[in-house]
C-alpha cells in the first residue's frame, strides 16, 4: 500500500529564516506530487504541482519555491519567512490517471513570529 | 480559472438525521471529477467520495451519497444518519481532465449535536 510522509509536524520560525519541508511517497512510482496551503476560512490552496523530478508548476507566485530531487520527494522551501506565510501545509499524491483522487499526509503547522 | 463555492460556513444536525451540504463550481469544461473531502480535527484530509462528470448516476459510499446535477454545476454531499464521528470540516473539489490541478472550496464546518 501507498503512504505519504510529512514533516515536521509542526514549526515555529522567526521571520526572515529559511523553510524547508519534506514530504516523501512510498508504495508507488512516478507519483503527482502537490504543495497545498491552507489558511483559516480560505480552503485550500494550491502552491506548487509536480508531474515528475525536476518539473515543477507554480500555482501562486510568492515566498516559496518546490523542488522534486527524486521521484518520490517533495520539498517546501523559503530563503527569508514572511509573517503571512504562517498556515498549515499540506503534502498530497495522486497517480496520473484522471480519477485518481488525491491522497494527503498529515500537514505541517507553521508559525512565523 | 475554475472556482468551487461551499456557501455554507457551518451546519448542524442532530444525531441519525440527514444533513446536505452544498457545492457550485464554475468551469467551461465538459470533463472533470468532483470529490468530497473530510477534515476531522486531527486535520488529516480523508476522501469521501468523488464523482465523474460524465456519469448521470449519483455516487454512493454506505452513508454518504452525492446529487450532481451537472446542468446546474451542483454537487452537494447528503449524509444519512449522521453519527458524532461526522462531525469535521467538509470540502468540496473539482478536478478538470485533462489537467493536474485539484481546486477547493472554503469549507462547510459540520457539527454533530447528540
Known amino acids: 500500500s501507498q503512504t505519504i510522509h510529512q514533516w515536521p509536524a509542526t514549526l515555529v520560525q522567526p521571520v526572515g529564516s529559511p523553510l524547508s519541508l519534506e514530504c516523501t511517497v512510498e508504495?508507488?512510482?512516478?507519483?503527482?506530487l502537490y504543495w497545498y496551503r491552507q489558511a483559516a476560512g480560505r480552503g485550500l490552496q494550491l502552491l506548487f504541482y509536480?508531474?515528475?523530478?525536476?518539473?515543477i508548476s507554480s500555482e501562486v507566485p510568492q515566498n516559496l519555491s518546490a523542488s522534486r530531487p527524486q521521484d518520490r520527494q517533495f520539498i517546501l522551501s523559503s530563503k527569508k519567512l514572511l509573517l503571512s506565510d504562517s498556515g498549515f501545509y499540506l503534502c498530497?499524491?495522486?497517480?496520473?490517471?484522471?480519477?485518481?483522487?488525491?491522497?494527503f499526509g498529515n500537514g505541517t503547522r507553521l508559525t512565523v513570529t | 480559472a475554475q472556482t468551487v463555492t461551499q456557501s455554507q460556513p457551518e451546519m448542524s444536525v442532530q444525531e441519525a438525521e440527514t444533513v446536505t451540504l452544498s457545492c457550485t463550481y464554475d468551469t467551461s469544461e465538459s470533463d472533470y471529477y468532483l470529490f468530497w473531502y473530510k477534515q476531522p480535527p486531527s486535520r488529516q484530509m480523508i476522501l469521501v467520495i468523488r464523482q465523474e462528470a460524465y456519469k448521470q448516476q449519483n455516487a454512493t459510499e454506505n452513508r454518504f451519497s452525492v446529487n450532481f446535477q451537472k446542468a446546474a454545476k451542483s454537487f452537494s454531499l447528503k449524509i444519512s444518519d449522521s453519527q458524532l464521528g461526522d462531525a469535521a470540516m467538509y470540502f468540496c473539489a473539482y478536478r478538470m481532465v485533462p489537467g493536474n490541478q485539484f481546486y477547493f472550496g472554503t469549507g462547510t464546518s459540520l457539527t454533530v449535536i447528540p
Open positions: 508504495g508507488t512510482s512516478n507519483p503527482n
Open positions: 509536480s508531474v515528475g523530478i525536476g518539473q
Open positions: 498530497a499524491w495522486n497517480r496520473d490517471s484522471d480519477n485518481s483522487p488525491l491522497h
